[in-house]
C-alpha cells in the first residue's frame, strides 16, 4: 500500500510545555520530583503508558491539560522542577576542559530507565549509569549504541513455575528518542558493507542531562530485504550470524555516525569486545586521510583507545568462526593492505594456529594502550587469562589494569532515603556529586528517621511485591481464592533477605535451599522468621537457569511457605529500586571468581541494605565485618558440589549466627542500633568508593584525559609523534631478534648485609638499534623456590659506553630487603611517544 506517514506530537497548553522538554531528557530518570509531575497528571495512564512520560503526554486528553493548566498548585511544581532542570545544565561540573574533541563510548545496551527498554542486565546498568555520570560531571563524552526494535524480553512465569519470554514491539516515537534529521529535514542515515550488501541505518539521539546518547537503526526502508532491516530487532537475539552484523554495525557503523553528526571522537572506549570493530574504521579513516600505512594508522589510534573487559570466562568473549568472519571481513584485507592472515591474527591469542577463531577481545586489546577489568580480583583475573598476548611480560605486568565499577546513586537510592540525605548531606549532594567526601555527613543522622526511612521503604516493597504476584496470578488464571492469598504474602515487619540478578547457574539462585529442612525452621519460626524474594530473569535458551527458578516457586508452594518465599517475575528497573531499597539483606552468591563485579549490592548498600555475598567480584574489595558479611574465606573450589555443601553451610550459620540476632535484637525504643550502626558505616563507605562519580574520576585520572592528550601529540605536526613511532617499530621488527644479553656481572656476594649497594654490569649487542632505543632494566627481588623473581623492583640501567661492539649499561641499587634475592636484566622498547612499553613480542631476558 502507498501509506504517506507522518508524526503527531502532544498540543501541549502554553504553561505546560516545559513537560516535553523534561519527558525527553532523562535527567528525569534520578530525579523523582520530574517523575511525580506525571504521575500528578492521570496515575492510572502513568501505568498504563509503562511509565513512559513521552508516551503519557499522547495519551493524556485535551480536557485534562486544560484542566490541570488552571492548577496553580501543579504549575508551581512544574515550573519549579523545570527551574532545577536548567539550572542544572547550566551548574559549574567537574570537568572544566575542552569539548571540542570526545571521547566516544560504545555499548551494546543501555540501561537508562524503564521507558527506554535496550537492556538485558548487569552490562546495560552499567552504560547507563556512565551516561547519567558522565553528565553530573560534565566529561565530554558521548555514547553509541543500537536502537532494538524489541529490546529485551517480557518475562513471564506460567502456572507450572517456568519462565516464557513475550518480545513487545517497541514505538519509537512515544520514547525519549528523536529522530536525528538533515538539512533537507530527512532522516541522517550512515552505511555499512555487509557481505556485498550495503546497508542503511539512522541515528537517534537520548538526551541524558547534559549529555547525548546516540543509537543505529537499521528497521528502515532504504533497506529492502527483511533481514536488514531485523539486524537492530532485537538485543542479544539471533545467530552468530545477526551478530557480526550487530558488531559491524556498532564498531564501523558507530564510528560513521558520530563523523556524519560533526563529532570528533578523539577518543575512544569499548565497553566489552562487541565494539572493537571501531579500531578498523578508525586506522581506514586515517590511511585515506593521511595515505597512512597500516601499521601508521595502527600507532595513530592505538594510544587513544580505552578497552574494558567485564567476562572473568574465556568462553564468555566474543568468537566468530573463519568462514563467518571471511564472508563479512574479507573486504577488509584490500581496505587495510593487509593479507588474510594478518587480519587474522588481529583477533588470535597465537597467530600461527590456523584452526583459532576470531576473537573480538583480543582484537581489542590489541588496539588499545588502556584495558582494564571491573574490579581488582577480576583485573587479576583478566591479566592471568589473556598473558598469552604479551609472551614473557611477568603477570603484574600485563599491561590490563582495574577500575571497579560503581552505580549512580541518585538513580538507586529511592526517594524518601534520598530526601533523608538531602536534608543532612546539604546541596552539595546533589550539585557536586563528585566530592564523595559528603558522605562522611552520615553521622548527622539520627538513629531513629535513618530506621524510620527504612522501614517505610521495605513496607512498600511488601506492598509492591503483592501487587506484582496478584497480577501474574490473574494472568495465569488462578483461582480468586489463590490471589486473595497473595494479599498475605510477606510482611513488613520481618527480616527480608532479596536476591535478584540474572538466573545463571554460576550464580547460584538456590543455594540457600541447598538444606530445605533447615531453611524451612529460619522460614517458620515464630518469633525470628525470615522471608525470602528472588527475582531475575534466565537467558531464554538457558534452560538450567529456568529451572532454577522453577525449583524456587515449586519449594514455596510445595512446603506450604509460599507467604515467606516469592518470586517476582520480570525484574527491570523498577523492580530493582524497590528491592534495592527495601530489603534487609542483599544475597549475592556466585562461584569465585565468576563475578567480574556486580552493582546491584552496591546499590541496596547505598540505600543501607547490608551485604551477605561471597567474596568476588566488587565485594571482594568492599568487605569489611563493619559493613555486612562474608561467606567463605576467598575459596576457591574444584569440586563444585563440595563448594555448594560448605559454602550453604556457612550461609546458613551467619544467618543463624549473626544476621537474625542482630535484626531481632531491639532496645526498650523498638530500634535495633546495632544492626542501624552497620548501616550507617556501610552507607558511609560504599557511597563514597562504589559511586559511579568515583569510577569516572579513575576513567578520566588514568585513561580518557591521557587519551585526549595523546590524541593531540599523535597528530601534531601532521602526525610526527605517530610517523616516527610506526617507523620505530619497523626498525625494531628487523633488528630485535638480533638483540643479545652477553653478559652480566654484579658486586654481589654470597652474603650481604641490609643497606649494602650492588652494582651490576651488562653488556648488550644492540645490533643496528641505538642505546637509546631500548630500555635495558636490572629486574630484582625476592627469588621463590621455583626460581622465579617476586614482589619485583625494576631499575633502569644507564648507557656507559662502549666495549668492542657491545653497549654497556649499569646500574647500583640498594640491597633494601632480607632473605634470598635474586636479579637478572631484561630489554624493552623504548619511544617518547610510547604509552607503555609492553608490546606483544618485544621483550628480552638474560638467558
Known amino acids: 500500500m502507498n501509506i504517506s506517514t507522518y508524526t503527531v506530537k502532544p498540543k501541549l497548553p502554553a504553561n505546560l510545555k516545559p513537560l516535553e522538554e523534561i519527558a525527553r531528557n532523562l535527567w528525569l530518570a534520578w530525579n523523582f520530583d520530574a517523575v511525580q509531575l506525571f504521575i500528578r497528571l492521570d496515575y492510572d495512564i502513568w501505568i498504563k503508558s509503562s511509565q513512559s512520560p513521552v508516551k503519557m503526554l499522547g495519551m493524556m486528553s485535551q480536557a485534562r491539560l486544560a484542566e490541570v493548566s488552571r492548577d496553580d498548585s501543579y504549575i508551581a511544581a512544574l515550573n519549579a522542577v523545570y527551574s532545577r532542570f536548567q539550572r542544572y545544565k547550566k551548574l559549574p561540573t567537574w570537568y572544566k576542559g575542552s569539548h571540542k574533541d570526545v571521547i566516544a563510548y560504545f555499548s551494546m545496551e543501555y540501561g537508562m530507565d524503564v521507558s527506554l527498554p535496550v537492556y538485558s542486565g548487569g552490562l546495560g546498568m552499567l ?23 524489541q529490546g529485551y524480553f517480557i518475562q513471564q512465569i506460567n502456572s507450572d513455575g517456568f519462565q516464557q519470554e513475550v518480545y513487545p514491539v517497541n514505538d519509537w516515537y512515544n520514547m525519549p528518542v528523536e529522530l536525528i534529521k538533515d538539512r533537507e529535514n530527512n532522516p541522517l542515515y550512515i552505511s555499512v558493507d555487509l557481505a556485498g550488501r550495503e546497508t542503511f541505518a539512522q541515528i537517534w539521539e537520548v538526551k541524558v542531562g547534559r549529555s547525548s546518547l546516540y543509537l543505529l537503526d537499521t528497521n528502515v526502508e532504504k533497506n529492502k530485504d527483511p533481514d536488514l532491516k531485523n539486524i537492530t530487532a532485537a538485543l542479544y537475539g539471533g545467530d552468530k550470524e545477526t551478530r557480526i552484523r550487530q558488531e559491524i554495525l556498532l564498531g564501523i557503523g558507530g564510528i560513521r555516525a558520530l563523523r556524519a553528526l560533526g563529532i570528533n571522537p578523539a577518543a575512544t572506549h569499548m565497553n566489552e569486545g562487541h565494539a572493537a570493530f571501531l579500531a578498523l574504521e578508525r586506522a581506514r579513516e586515517l590511511m585515506v586521510e593521511n595515505n597512512f600505512s597500516f601499521a601508521q594508522a595502527h600507532e ?129 549532594f546533589e550539585e557536586e556529586p563528585a566530592v564523595l567526601e559528603t558522605w562522611e555527613r552520615m553521622g548527622r543522622i539520627s538513629d531513629e528517621e535513618l530506621w524510620r526511612t527504612h522501614e517505610r521503604r521495605r513496607e512498600r516493597l511488601v506492598v509492591f511485591a503483592r501487587n506484582r504476584l496478584k497480577e501474574s496470578l490473574k494472568r495465569n488464571g488462578a483461582s480468586e481464592r489463590r490471589i486473595q492469598r497473595a494479599e498475605d504474602a510477606l510482611s513488613p515487619n520481618i527480616l527480608t533477605l532479596s536476591f535478584a540478578r540474572r538466573f545463571a547457574t554460576y550464580k547460584r539462585g538456590t543455594l540457600l535451599f541447598r538444606d530445605p529442612e533447615r531453611l524451612l525452621r529460619l522460614l517458620k519460626d515464630t518469633e525470628r522468621p525470615i522471608q525470602l524474594i528472588f527475582a531475575g530473569k534466565a537467558h531464554p535458551a538457558d534452560i538450567p537457569g529456568k529451572d532454577l527458578i522453577r525449583e524456587i516457586i515449586h519449594f514455596a508452594e510445595k512446603n506450604d511457605v509460599a507467604n515467606r518465599v516469592v518470586f517476582l517475575e520480570n525484574y527491570d528497573m523498577t523492580m530493582s529500586r524497590y528491592l534495592v531499597s527495601g530489603a534487609d539483606v542483599w544475597l549475592n552468591t556466585p562461584r569465585r571468581p565468576l563475578e567480574a563485579s556486580g552493582t546491584s549490592g552496591m546499590k541496596a548498600s547505598m540505600n543501607g541494605v547490608l551485604n551477605c555475598s561471597i567474596l568476588d567480584g566488587w ?63 556501610c ?69 650481604m648485609q641490609r643497606g649494602d649497594f650492588l652494582k651490576v654490569t651488562a653488556l648488550v649487542d644492540l645490533g643496528s638499534l641505538e642505546p637509546d632505543e631500548i630500555h635495558v632494566e636490572l629486574y630484582y627481588g625476592d627469588r621463590s623456590h621455583e626460581n622465579f623473581i617476586v614482589n619485583a623492583r625494576r631499575a633502569e640501567m644507564k648507557n656507559s659506553g662502549k666495549e668492542g661492539d657491545a653497549w654497556r649499561f649499569e646500574v647500583r641499587v640498594e640491597c633494601a630487603d632480607t632473605g634470598l634475592q635474586g636479579h637478572t636484566i631484561r630489554i624493552l622498547p623504548k619511544h617518547d611517544a610510547l604509552v607503555h612499553p609492553y608490546r606483544s613480542g618485544f621483550i628480552k631476558w638474560a638467558q
Open 683 to 751: 552507607m558511609r563507605e560504599i557511597g563514597q568508593s562504589m559511586s559511579c562519580h568515583r569510577m569516572l574520576i579513575d576513567y578520566s585520572n588514568k585513561f580518557y584525559f591521557p587519551a585526549l592528550k595523546n590524541y593531540k601529540r599523535m597528530t601534531k605536526d601532521s602526525y610526527a609523534d605517530t610517523r616516527s613511532l610506526a617507523a620505530y617499530f619497523e626498525k625494531l621488527d628487523k633488528s630485535w631478534q638480533k638483540i643479545r644479553i652477553i653478559s652480566i656481572n654484579s658486586t654481589s656476594k654470597p652474603v
Open 127 to 149: 552504560s547507563g549509569d556512565h551516561m547519567k555520570t558522565s553528565s553530573d560531571m560534565g566529561l565530554p563524552l558521548v555514547g553509541i549504541g543500537l536502537l532494538y526494535k
Open 300 to 428: 595513530a589510534i592505538w594510544p587513544t583507545n580505552i578497552f574494558t573487559t567485564h567476562t572473568p570466562v574465556p568462553a564468555g568473549n566474543e568468537r566468530f568462526d573463519l568462514v563467518l568472519l571471511e564472508k563479512y571481513m574479507q573486504g577488509w584485507t584490500n581496505i587495510l593492505g593487509i593479507s588474510w592472515d594478518d587480519f587474522l591474527a588481529l583477533g588470535r591469542e597465537n597467530p600461527a594456529n590456523k584452526n583459532e577463531t576470531f576473537c573480538m577481545t583480543v582484537l581489542a586489546l590489541k588496539f588499545a594502550a588502556y584495558a582494564n577489568g571491573v574490579s581488582a580480583l577480576h583485573g587479576l583475573v583478566s591479566r592471568n587469562m589473556w598473558k598469552n598476548l604479551w609472551p614473557g611480560v611477568p603477570l603484574d605486568e600485563i599491561p590490563i589494569e582495574h577500575v571497579t565499577n560503581g552505580v549512580h546513586p541518585r538513580t538507586w537510592i529511592s526517594n524518601a532515603m534520598r530526601e533523608l540525605l538531602d536534608r543532612y548531606f546539604g546541596p552539595r
Open 619 to 681: 565485594w571482594d574489595e568492599a568487605y569489611n565485618p563493619n559493613v555486612g558479611w562474608a561467606i567463605g574465606h576467598r575459596e576457591e573450589y574444584t569440586d563444585e558440589n563440595n563448594q555448594d555443601e560448605i559454602e550453604s553451610a556457612a550461609l546458613y550459620d551467619l544467618i543463624e549466627r549473626e544476621i537474625i540476632p542482630l535484626f531481632y535484637n531491639r532496645g526498650r525504643d523498638g530500634l535495633p542500633r546495632e544492626w542501624i550502626k552497620m548501616m550507617k558505616t
